[in-house]
């Protein structure tokens, strides 16, 4: 597939991006495919913050409402979904925006994916099962003696981490690590203008407040209430989402409604914290403050797009 060019909007939740994608979108002729792990979840709309039936309406979104939430959905699939938006946007003769907060998924799109090994069926369920005797703590250890670099960077929940790291050096004898220094991220599949929203911290903590209390509002517990109704249970990764989780807590009894309100504020300036961390370190993107600078992140995109200014 030949690189197309795409304008990108990065940002913590909260930032605005879905406001700047759309504005740009119209003044570009383009097409939005959203980068946002959660707004793929048909019925989670509510708490993932999706654009409004409107907003979708006015502008075409891509990888919006493909999934349901038993599914695991991960960075590869969402490269693969986005690479195929791609093609059919372009193919029609429309400019191409990616817009949100999930890394990873960026990151794969951009620069592919770690060229690792899969694994062995057998190996996994027998480090599985090894995990349910031994405990998570017990397998970073055996991780730690064959890949410290890695083992360094995993917390000791994060069971499916840990397995798939000993998952490959058991079938290889080489360190994850390694691998990920030598093939992760290597050069680019896509040429890309990188844009993030800078918002000031103690105002992004206010708009996180503020659209938390929103979603309230609007009825996230009755969203939750719905997919728990519908089967999907709450230990699901999707359902383990900021704002799902809390919720379901709540409806079962576990907590009060403003715990449950003070949690999900709470994680979410947390992921924001994280989401500024990853972004931060990608040298590529270029901070401006929104709506401020809405005319000069437009004319970048003009100049990139190599249009003339309107």
């Not at 991220?185 to 992004?204: A, M, W």
């Given at each position: ?10 940002g ?71 690479d ?24 794969a ?16 369920r ?30 000791p ?5 840990i ?21 992760a ?20 903590y ?9 979603m ?17 249970c ?9 704002g ?67």
């Open positions: 597939m030949l690189p197309t060019k795409l304008l990108v909007i990065v913590p939740t909260a930032s605005g991006k879905s406001e700047l994608a759309l504005k740009l979108a119209r003044k570009l002729a383009a097409e939005i495919v959203s980068a946002d792990s959660m707004q793929v979840y048909r019925g989670m709309d509510i708490g993932t913050a999706k654009p409004s039936t409107e907003q979708l309406a006015a502008t075409r979104h891509h990888l919006i409402n493909i999934a349901d939430p038993d599914r695991l959905f991960s960075a590869a699939d969402f490269a693969q979904a986005a195929a938006a791609i093609q059919d946007i372009t193919r029609r003769g429309k400019r191409v925006i990616v817009a949100g907060g999930t890394g990873l998924y960026i990151r799109l951009l620069k592919g994916l770690v060229d690792s090994p899969s694994g062995a069926g057998e190996i996994r027998e480090l599985q099962e090894e995990s349910r005797e031994l405990g998570n703590e017990a397998m970073l250890e055996k991780l730690r003696l064959v890949d410290p670099q890695l083992a360094s960077r995993i917390h929940n994060n069971r499916v981490r397995i798939r790291a000993l998952e490959v050096y058991q079938m290889t004898g080489i360190p994850l690590s390694r691998y990920q220094q030598e093939h991220f290597s050069g680019s599949r896509h040429s890309s203008l990188q844009i993030g929203i800078r918002v000031e911290r103690k105002e992004l206010r708009r996180i407040d503020e659209r938390v209390e929103q309230l509002r609007e009825g996230l517990l009755d969203e939750v209430a719905k997919l728990l109704a519908a089967g999907y709450p230990d699901l990764k999707a359902m383990r989402a900021i799902y989780k809390e919720s379901a807590a709540f409806l079962a009894g576990e907590c009060s409604l403003e715990d449950a309100e003070a949690l999900i504020k709470r994680d979410t300036r947390r992921y924001a914290k994280r989401q500024l961390t990853w972004f931060n370190a990608d040298p590529d993107i270029i901070w401006l403050e929104y709506p401020e600078n809405f005319a000069n992140i437009l004319q970048l995109a003009h100049d990139f797009f190599e249009l003339q200014g309107d």
